[in-house]
């Protein structure tokens, strides 16, 4: 069965850098868009990064542009978001998620599994 497991999360000084990293398994990681995802207390679940399959061409929300960066290793099956130039309202659960197919879309309706969540927490 397919599974997602986030890892790296943590609390951190605003300023500071974490990078995160997504273990998938149970399906050809290959043929996925893959994404990062967060969710804020009292706010809906939002689309940070996405990348594609073989090309890797990536996509960003406006927020997070030119301080996270996203990428995946095709050979481990691993998807990463090094998150850099942290701020407080980066203050998130974080999702890893599997596309439905080889497009990328920043709509939460366009992936259909997803991690557990790890908690990032940026300190003013």
């Known amino acids: 069965q397919v599974q997602l497991v986030e890892s790296g999360g943590g609390s951190v000084q605003a300023g500071g850098s974490l990078r995160l990293s997504c273990a998938a398994s149970?399906?050809?990681?290959?043929?996925?868009?893959m994404a990062w995802f967060r969710e804020a207390p009292g706010k809906e679940r939002e689309g940070v990064a996405t990348?594609?399959?073989?090309?890797?061409?990536?996509r960003y929300a406006d927020s997070v542009k030119g301080r996270f960066t996203i990428s995946r290793d095709n050979a481990k099956n691993t998807l990463y978001l090094q998150m850099n130039s942290l701020k407080p309202e980066d203050t998130a659960m974080y999702y890893c998620?599997?596309?439905?197919?080889?497009?990328?879309?920043?709509?939460?309706?366009?992936?259909?599994?997803w991690g557990q969540g790890t908690q990032v927490t940026v300190a003013s």
């Open positions: 149970g399906y050809a990681y290959n043929n996925y868009c």
């Open positions: 998620a599997r596309g439905r197919g080889a497009w990328c879309s920043l709509l939460r309706t366009a992936f259909d599994f």
């Open positions: 990348i594609t399959t073989v090309s890797g061409t990536s």
